[in-house]
């Protein structure tokens, strides 16, 4: 039974991904609950239907009182069957109704909502650039990606469990009163325009509250995950108590927007009180004074009187559910800040796979300055041929990580374009063209997975003995079968922390090799590929590095000039231009900034701020 229900919706139904999601909050909700319309439409008419069999409950209750003033043997005689059935109904109907209303609502929609929300959400950021991510913590982000989903189930909830409900049952009290006379509702009527004022009070002021303290809440996340991912920084250079100021900043920001919100509740508590207290002497008082005069029954009175003290029990359920419900939409709106964003750098209308034939890279005219008007690169043209091997090198700034970035199109390109084997990257689709590029970078962070999984992640479908070929031409194996983690996994089942935190340098960079190798795109890019490595490993792996670039397409960067001194050319970069371009032995004898280069370097590695 219960998997029934569970299974009303597909949390993982396709849909289609769009660039430009709804701005707006209830455009937002709206897009996102289209698998759950007809679910939600049952979920009202269960929750009506629940409220109407309360308020006919104390309805009955009244009657009952009525006809309890006759004999019992004629009570008995007249309305026997009637109460027979009442009975039945309380038994077996109403709690069928119940059970359904909370199958719909607990286990149709409470599930499946906060997934569909939380998947959606995160196929959404994915979709955002590199540039994106780099504008924002990581921490902020996931944070808003989890806090999301819940907050629109728990709004989604309340406006079933308790608006729905609040709203028939009102109406169902007024009902109720007006059939034993018309007069018993002006003072719930005054009630009810009392407690409207209060909701709208409290509403108005609750929905920036919440947000208010939920944006401080996502601030002491950053910060905090901010301190965890750069543990080793905190801890070197000793700033325990700074990490502890600085979050201190933004925690005492969410006790203080948190308190604000707190004092609200308690205005809405005390006021609720004396609105309750007038709405039971107003109905009860005045059921009393009509039956004193003979125009209600003692049924009307007793009636009333449960009415009445019904809704005092849930005058305060519906306002916390009312400020429940518009906090967590405050929540949700904060998250839209992060998962509505728009994807600023997409695919083509009609963008087309990329199909790599040679490795033909041509650049022309590329220039990108990140919007700044400075920096990056200026009017850069290049043909790489297939199978050359370029090495980049420049002083920190001029434009070698940008070239990079904009061949994989991280960015989209300011001016200018960059063709592989004649196609125009900007025309075809990112994913494709990611594949078909290997790069293996400085700092090669890798996934809180197993080993097995980081280096799958080049090729999942390889096999497994592919996999340990790869391991072994890095040069990773050996180390691999001794690795151990805290839970007893060992060797490619062991987990290497995040970012690869439980490896040393060396190691990480090993299992990125042993990645890239194995992905065996035809295009290769290194970014200081060897520099976290010892000169006996590194100059274990030359061989391996030689070979990996054997019949590809290879770019370069190195500050350490000898390992790239035999490449085919090797173009030197400054202020976002290509100042040199040319073999080793040509450059040197130029005498320009290579030579410059070469000369001062240090240990083979390039002084960046050299011959400046």
């Known amino acids: 039974m219960f998997r029934r229900f569970e299974n009303l919706v597909d949390p993982y139904v396709a849909y289609p991904p769009t660039d430009l999601p709804p701005q707006t909050l209830y455009a937002f909700l709206k897009d996102y609950a289209q698998p759950f319309r007809r679910v939600f439409q049952w979920a009202a008419l269960l929750s009506v239907a629940v409220a109407a069999v309360e308020v006919g409950l104390i309805w009955a209750m009244g009657w009952i009182v009525d006809i309890l003033a006759g004999d019992p043997a004629q009570v008995w005689a007249d309305h026997g069957w009637q109460l027979i059935g009442l009975a039945a109904f309380i038994l077996l109907l109403r709690p069928a109704i119940q059970a359904l209303d909370v199958l719909v609502l607990n286990n149709a929609i409470m599930p499946n909502f906060g997934t569909l929300i939380r ?44 608006i729905t409900f609040a709203l028939a049952y009102l109406l169902g009290a007024a009902v109720l009163l007006a059939g034993a006379d018309p007069r018993l509702m002006l003072p719930l009527l005054a009630w009810f325009a009392l407690y409207g004022w209060l909701m709208a009070w409290t509403i108005r002021r609750v929905g920036p509250a919440s947000q208010a303290a939920a944006d401080a809440r996502s601030a002491v996340t950053g910060r905090i995950v901010d301190s965890y991912t750069n543990i080793h920084s905190v801890k070197m250079f000793a700033h325990h108590d700074r990490e502890l100021d600085y979050a201190k900043e933004a925690i005492e920001r969410t ?19 004396l609105l309750n207290g007038f709405l039971i002497v107003g109905v009860v008082g005045w059921a009393v004074v009509l039956w004193m005069q003979g125009a209600a029954t003692v049924g009307a009175v007793a009636a009333a009187t449960a009415l009445t003290l019904r809704l005092n029990a849930m005058t305060g359920w519906i306002m916390w559910a009312l400020t429940t419900l518009f906090r967590q939409l405050g929540v949700v709106k904060e998250g839209m800040e992060t998962i509505a964003q728009p994807v600023t750098l997409a695919d083509a209308p009609d963008a087309r796979a990329l199909a790599v034939t040679a490795g ?70 990112q994913e494709s063209l990611r594949r078909q590029i290997g790069m293996v970078q400085q700092d090669s962070a890798l996934l809180h997975r197993s080993v097995r999984e980081n280096i799958l992640y080049g090729r999942p479908e390889a096999t497994e003995a592919e996999m340990i070929a790869a391991a072994k031409q890095a040069e990773a194996h050996d180390f691999i079968l001794d690795l151990r983690d805290a839970e007893g996994r060992r060797g490619y089942d062991a987990r290497v922390g995040e970012r690869g935190v439980k490896l040393s340098g060396g190691q990480r960079q090993r299992i990125a090799l042993a990645r890239v190798i194995l992905k065996d795109a035809p295009i290769l890019v290194l970014d200081e590929a060897t520099s ?34 035999h490449m085919d050319r090797i173009l030197v970069l400054d202020g976002g231009r290509i100042v040199e371009d040319g073999p080793h032995d040509m450059l040197l004898r130029k005498g320009g900034l290579y030579a410059g280069f070469w000369e001062r370097q240090s240990g083979g590695f390039l002084d960046p701020e050299a011959a400046e």
């Open 360 to 429: 033909r890279i041509e650049i022309e005219r590329l220039t990108h300055h990140y919007g700044r008007g400075h920096g990056g690169l200026d009017g850069v043209s290049l043909t790489i041929r297939p199978g050359e091997k370029i090495g980049l090198i420049g002083r920190s700034g001029a434009g070698k990580s940008t070239l990079v970035k904009l061949l994989l199109r991280f960015y989209d390109i300011e001016e200018g374009r960059i063709l592989i084997d004649g196609q125009d990257i900007a025309q075809v689709t």
């Open 119 to 162: 998947w959606r959400a995160h196929a959404q950021v994915l979709r955002q650039s590199v540039g994106w991510f780099e504008n924002d913590f990581a921490g902020r982000i996931a944070n808003r990606v989890v806090q999301t989903p819940p907050a629109a189930g728990e709004a989604i909830f309340q406006v079933f469990d308790a």
């Open 255 to 273: 006790r203080q927007t948190f308190a604000a919100e707190m004092r609200l509740y308690t205005i809405m508590d005390i006021a609720l009180v």
């Open 532 to 565: 976290a490595l010892d000169s006996e490993v590194e100059a274990a792996i030359q061989s391996t590095l030689y070979g990996m670039m054997e019949g590809k397409t290879v770019i370069a960067i190195a500050h350490r000039l000898s390992t790239i001194a």
